[in-house]
């Protein structure tokens, strides 16, 4: 069973910056495609960032572009996201997600994080 933990969420004012951490268990997180997304309150869940199997390429949504960072460490089975410049729009739960086959871009993410809560105040 492959588990995702996210963490490194909280309350951070306006301009800030914070960085998320999502550790995969077992032995094949290089495999894997790495994925953030995020939900906030009576929104549906969006895309945030992606990165493939040994960082080479990344992705980003619009929204996000210049001022988060998406990062892996496969030694430590490790994706990041590093958030700065935020703004109150960037508050909801963020997660991490594997897409297992390491497709590019992903098809599918078959396993994801429960989720750690950004929030940003104004």
């Known amino acids: 069973q492959v588990q995702l933990v996210e963490s490194g969420g909280g309350l951070v004012q306006a301009g800030g910056s914070v960085r998320l951490s999502c550790v995969v268990s077992?032995?094949?997180?290089?495999?894997?495609?790495m994925g953030w997304f995020r939900q906030a309150p009576g929104k549906e869940r969006e895309f945030v960032a992606v990165?493939?199997?040994?960082?080479?390429?990344?992705d980003y949504a619009d929204a996000v572009k210049g001022r988060f960072t998406i990062s892996r460490d496969n030694a430590k089975n490790t994706v990041y996201l590093q958030m700065n410049s935020l703004k109150p729009e960037d508050t909801a739960v963020y997660l991490c997600?594997?897409?297992?086959?390491?497709?590019?871009?992903?098809?599918?993410?078959?396993?994801w994080g429960q989720g750690t809560q950004v929030t940003v105040s104004s």
């Open positions: 077992g032995r094949t997180f290089s495999v894997y495609s």
């Open positions: 997600a594997a897409d297992r086959r390491g497709n590019w871009p992903p098809r599918n993410y078959d396993y």
């Open positions: 990165i493939s199997q040994a960082g080479g390429y990344t």
